[in-house]
């Protein structure tokens, strides 16, 4: 039977439901190109479904599980089901308006992740913000200005930090630049208040954040990146850099495992967590 995972998380889902479509090709020796043709499509489009990168069709769908071999009618129904499932619109869908095309995929994934990684060097991780420092970066420094395109851009990221208060929420380790602390987003009150919400969301389990002092800034990773781990063993490890017009989506066992040992550099060179912790409270006293 087809393994259901990832309940409730469309992004993930379809990762899964392609991935198992690539397991029943390989095992019927059928080529890429053999399969867009029987589906009229392109070796390709083959292999963005198997990767989870577009939507599909049950048409589709029925189509390859024939020529994959595929006849048990309660299997059957199963892959139905979950093309129908993994084609709900996620929460984030609602947003459409606001949400640059290259960052769907990564609200959905970062929906499904058991465990975020993360290192900034110029902001607060996006998912520790406050809404006022949220408010100062979307409004490229005029908080004052509140255009409904401006305040659908807060409720976005606000609506992405409720993944760290689930049951089953994810453990997030931050690290970040000591720069952060000493960048004024917002003004003094704002970044503040920031700071002080760092000291408090830090004291949940699954948050851990350590702060890279300026004598060994810059030493382990040139830029900001976030590596996405999923507990789901046929969703790869992912790492995420964004840039201003765009995202890169890194997963090849090379570079995720470059990007592993950036990680474990990040983690010697920072301050430990109690470490960070006790600068953080040096830092507000000095605001």
Do not use: C
Not at 227 to 234: P, Y
Request: aromatic share 8%.
């Amino acid at each position: 039977m087809v393994e259901r995972r990832a309940e409730g998380k469309p992004t993930a889902r379809r990762i899964v439901l392609g991935s198992q479509l690539r397991r029943l090709r390989e095992a019927a020796e059928i080529s890429r190109a053999q399969a867009g043709y029987r589906i009229r499509g392109s070796e390709s489009k083959i292999s963005r479904m198997e990767l989870g990168r577009v939507g599909f069709k049950e048409r589709d769908i029925a189509d390859l599980l024939a020529m994959y071999g595929v006849t048990d009618p309660a299997m059957l129904e199963e892959f139905l089901t979950m093309v129908k499932e993994s084609n709900n619109p996620g929460w984030w869908h609602r947003y459409g308006e606001v949400i640059p095309s290259w960052l769907t995929d990564f609200v959905g994934l970062e929906e499904s992740a058991s465990r975020i990684q993360t290192y900034e060097l110029q902001f607060v991780p996006g998912l520790m913000q406050t809404e006022e420092y949220i408010r100062a970066i979307v409004s490229h420094g005029r908080p004052d200005v509140r255009t409904p395109d401006i305040e659908r851009r807060v409720k976005l990221r606000m609506d992405r930090q409720k993944v760290l208060h689930r049951t089953d929420a994810p453990k997030l380790w931050a690290v970040v630049d000591e720069s952060v602390l000493h960048r004024p987003i917002g003004g003094t009150r704002v970044l503040r208040g920031q700071i002080e919400y760092l000291l408090e969301i830090t004291r949940l389990p699954n948050i851990t954040l350590q702060v890279v002092p300026y004598g060994l800034s810059g030493y382990a990773a040139e830029g900001a990146f976030t590596m996405l781990r999923f507990a789901e063993s046929e969703l790869p490890d992912l790492v995420y850099i964004e840039h201003l017009t765009g995202a890169l989506y890194l997963d090849k066992r090379d570079e995720i495992e470059k990007y592993s040992r950036v990680i474990d550099r990040l983690s010697v060179d920072a301050e430990t967590p109690a470490g960070t912790r006790q600068l953080l409270s040096k830092r507000r006293a000095e605001l």
